[in-house]
Nanobody, 124 residues
Framework: QVQLVESGGGLVQAGGSQRLSCAPS????????MGWFRQAPGKEREFVAVISRSGSTKYYADSVKGRFTISRDNAKDTLYLQMSNLRPEDTAVYYC?????????????????WGQGTQVTVSS
């Protein structure tokens, strides 16, 4: 069992930047593939970015490619999402999630552990 806690959300102006962090507790962080997902009001939760256990492989949703960067520090047991050039449509609750499934995946069903979410609001 792993518990995840996100931090770093808040209000930011369009074009600005923000960094989210996710700190797990419990089993070893490095044994999990980690992902970021988001959910806007009235919409389904969607994939944002994923990073492999070693950090060597990363995938992004087309909507954030070139603007967001996912990273992890296995020595510090922390996952990050650096968001730049933010747009109003990035407004959502952002969740970090952990998957023990083999490989790396953007499939929400592969993620068994979820944080409580952190709100990111981008004003125009």
């Amino acid at each position: 069992q792993v518990q995840l806690v996100e931090s770093g959300g808040g209000l930011v102006q369009a074009g600005g930047s923000q960094r989210l962090s996710c700190a797990p507790s419990g089993r070893s962080f490095s044994t999990y593939c980690m992902g970021w997902f988001r959910q806007a009001p009235g919409k389904e939760r969607e994939f944002v970015a994923v990073i492999s256990r070693s950090g060597s492989t990363k995938y992004y949703a087309d909507s954030v490619k070139g603007r967001f960067t996912i990273s992890r520090d296995n020595a510090k047991d922390t996952l990050y999402l650096q968001m730049s050039n933010l747009r109003p449509e990035d407004t959502a609750v952002y969740y970090c999630a952990a998957s023990s499934s083999p490989g790396i995946s953007d499939d929400i069903k592969k993620y068994a552990y979820w944080g409580q979410g952190t709100q990111v609001t981008v004003s125009s």
